[in-house]
């Protein structure tokens, strides 16, 4: 049973730069959530995406925009990339109807800006 | 304002003995509390939940409580081994809104 997928596992790019993501959910899982992670924090919400659609979202920039594909897979796109998107970007797959189950997470891809 | 904390930034317990991890929460509307266990390169991974119709939930060594009229869940590991070293996140959240993650602590746990 895969678990939850991210590529690629490391990036870099420069300022200015657009980068995308890309992420496979756990199967059966039909939701998935970003989130970015700097370093010595926790994990902050980016946004969430169902039935294709984007459902809610946090406090990021419109930089960040994402798309979900019939497959449930999705991507984290960002825009003229400031040095402060340096940080770990992890993905995390749910069932929207599960009720209170935990969302399980992907290991994450690893993205520098110089 | 940060809506979940976890004041201890660190914390060492040697093997064997009871380790013991807090959250603070300021929002009232959080019913469902997770705790994840990060490892270095690796995603958050599941650890352990608890309801807030519940104020106590065990899985093993691991033992969730939840104090609701202080708005302070923990989480303990008794006893604790080696392998429990790691970042250990308090995420609640509530329905299908996003998780509120702390800052982590890190856990060391010394043979």
């Known amino acids: 049973d895969a678990g939850v997928t991210q590529s690629p596992t490391h990036l870099i790019k420069t300022r200015g730069q657009q980068v995308t993501l890309r992420c496979s959910p756990k199967?059966?899982?039909?939701?998935v959530s970003w989130y970015q992670q700097a370093l010595g924090q926790g994990p902050q919400f980016i946004f969430q995406?169902?039935?294709?659609?984007?459902?809610q979202r946090g406090n990021f920039p419109d930089r960040f925009s994402g798309h979900q594909f019939p497959n449930y897979s999705s991507e984290l796109n960002v825009n003229a990339l400031l040095l402060g998107d340096s940080a770990l970007y992890l993905c995390?797959?749910?069932?929207?109807?599960?009720?209170?189950?935990?969302?399980?997470f992907g290991d994450g891809t690893r993205l520098s800006i110089l | 304002d940060q809506q979940v904390k976890q004041n201890s930034p660190s914390l060492s317990v040697q093997e064997g003995r009871i380790s013991i991890l807090n959250c603070d929460y300021t929002?009232?509307?959080?019913?469902?509390f997770l705790w994840y266990k990060k490892y270095p390169a690796e995603g958050p991974t599941f650890l352990i939940s608890?309801?807030?119709?519940?104020d106590k939930n065990e899985d093993g060594r691991f033992t969730v409580f939840l104090n609701k009229s202080a708005k302070h869940l923990s989480l303990h590991i008794v006893p604790s081994q080696p392998g429990d070293s790691a970042v250990y996140f308090c995420?609640?959240?509530?329905?299908?809104?996003?998780?509120?993650f702390g800052k982590g602590t890190r856990l060391s746990v010394i043979a």
């Open positions: 929002n009232s509307m959080f019913d469902y």
């Open positions: 995420a609640p959240n509530s329905g299908n809104t996003p998780l509120v």
């Open positions: 199967s059966g899982h039909d939701t």
């Open positions: 995390a797959s749910s069932l929207m109807q599960g009720g209170n189950q935990p969302q399980h």
């Open positions: 608890i309801s807030s119709i519940k």
């Open positions: 995406y169902y039935e294709e659609e984007e459902r």
